[in-house]
């Protein structure tokens, strides 16, 4: 594997005070459990819930930023391996400094590329991150109304909306979990 960026090591100088620190780890948020729907509010929440969950997996369409990557990146690895051949014999032979510079603005072009895509995939990556909290807080929140609607002997629609959006047996707990993995 080649790495075309340049990094600096720093050292960090040692601690003068001989007293030990304690490290303690950050303590957790707490995040408060969602709550159930109320009952009388099932029916628009539903509607609501199953719109969102339809642009969630609208928008899970396959990315073109990752596929050009896909695409692109064996013929970039090549690029990089045979510039690195060139370079190491250019460098051997003791170069001009306007070679060097000339091979420096290459290696700077092939950096700028894979910085975009690194860039590009992360923002995609946090995005899906993004989605993923939101359907396991949709997720949560229809358990929790689907049992509540089985506790208090709701009537069967409401019932019947819960269960079809809680993914123990609804229908989008499945097909978002297909369309995740490309199916």
């Not at 009952?39 to 199953?50: C, I, M, R």
């Not at 910085?115 to 899906?128: I, K, P, V, Y």
């Not at 909306?161 to 809680?166: I, N, P, V």
């Given at each position: 594997?080649?790495?075309?960026?340049?990094?600096?090591?720093?050292?960090?100088?040692?601690?003068?005070?001989?007293?030990?620190?304690?490290?303690?780890?950050?303590?957790?948020?707490?995040?408060?459990?969602?709550?159930?729907?109320?009952?009388p509010e099932v029916a628009t929440d539903a509607e609501?819930?199953?719109?969102?969950?339809?642009?969630?997996?609208?928008?899970?369409?396959?990315?073109?930023?990752?596929?050009?990557?896909?695409?692109?990146?064996?013929?970039?690895?090549?690029?990089?391996?045979a510039r690195l051949r060139e370079t190491r014999k250019?460098?051997?032979?003791?170069?001009?400094?306007?070679?060097?510079?000339?091979?420096?603005?290459?290696?700077?072009?092939?950096?700028?590329?894979?910085?975009?895509?690194?860039?590009?995939?992360?923002?995609?990556?946090?995005?899906?991150?993004?989605?993923?909290?939101?359907?396991?807080?949709?997720?949560?929140?229809?358990?929790?109304?689907?049992?509540?609607?089985?506790?208090?002997?709701?009537?069967?629609?409401?019932?019947?909306?819960?269960?079809?959006?809680?993914?123990?047996?609804?229908?989008?707990?499945k097909r978002s979990k297909n369309k995740e993995h490309?199916?």
């Amino acid at each position: 594997m080649i790495c075309a960026c340049g990094t600096g090591l720093y050292a960090q100088p040692e601690p003068t005070s001989p007293v030990p620190v304690e490290k303690t780890a950050p303590a957790a948020p707490t995040v408060a459990e969602p709550a159930p729907i109320p009952l009388p509010e099932v029916a628009t929440d539903a509607e609501a819930a199953s719109a969102r969950l339809r642009d969630i997996l609208a928008e899970l369409s396959p990315d073109p930023i990752a596929e050009e990557v896909a695409e692109q990146l064996p013929v970039l690895t090549r690029e990089i391996d045979a510039r690195l051949r060139e370079t190491r014999k250019i460098v051997a032979q003791r170069a001009s400094l306007e070679i060097l510079v000339g091979l420096e603005s290459e290696w700077r072009r092939l950096r700028r590329n894979l910085s975009g895509w690194t860039r590009d995939l992360t923002n995609r990556a946090t995005w899906l991150e993004h989605q993923i909290a939101e359907l396991d807080e949709l997720e949560k929140t229809w358990e929790q109304t689907l049992d509540a609607a089985k506790s208090s002997n709701a009537p069967p629609e409401v019932f019947h909306r819960s269960k079809r959006l809680s993914p123990r047996s609804g229908r989008y707990g499945k097909r978002s979990k297909n369309k995740e993995h490309g199916y």
